[in-house]
Nanobody, 122 residues
Framework: QVQLVESGGGLVQPGGSLRLSCAAS????????MGWYRQAPGKQRVLVAT???????TYADSVKGRFTVSRDNAKNTVYLQMNSLKPEDTAVYYC????????????????WGQGTQVTVSS
């Protein structure tokens, strides 16, 4: 069984910063790509940032220069540092892991965190 546990969301004023974390635990053989998505009220879930097992990162245009994704492979954890936050960043943020499981080698499966609310408001 695999668990992804997110933390770090909350309420912040425009221009402020937050750091999200997401840690995976369980019967994990290896971790492939990790990423963050977000879903605003009434909208679809969209990609925010990803980081490959080799450390290559990609970002949505709307967050480039403000958000930084990183990972700690020893802890099976992905982070999202969010700076210069704007009201339009308000959403539920979900982490996503590509995991190879001990019980099912040679296949990578998608796992999602439970979501954490980020609200940017004065």
């Amino acid at each position: 069984q695999v668990q992804l546990v997110e933390s770090g969301g909350g309420l912040v004023q425009p221009g402020g910063s937050l750091r999200l974390s997401c840690a995976a635990s369980g019967s994990i053989f290896s971790v492939d790509a990790m990423g963050w998505y977000r879903q605003a009220p009434g909208k679809q879930r969209v990609l925010v940032a990803t980081i490959t097992s080799g450390g290559k990162t990609t970002y949505a245009d709307s967050v480039k220069g403000r958000f930084t994704v990183s990972r700690d492979n020893a802890k099976n954890t992905v982070y999202l540092q969010m700076n210069s936050l704007k009201p339009e960043d308000t959403a539920v943020y979900y982490c996503n892991f590509g995991l190879e499981l001990i019980a099912i080698p040679n296949h990578v499966y998608d796992f999602w965190g439970q979501g954490t609310q980020v609200t940017v408001s004065s």
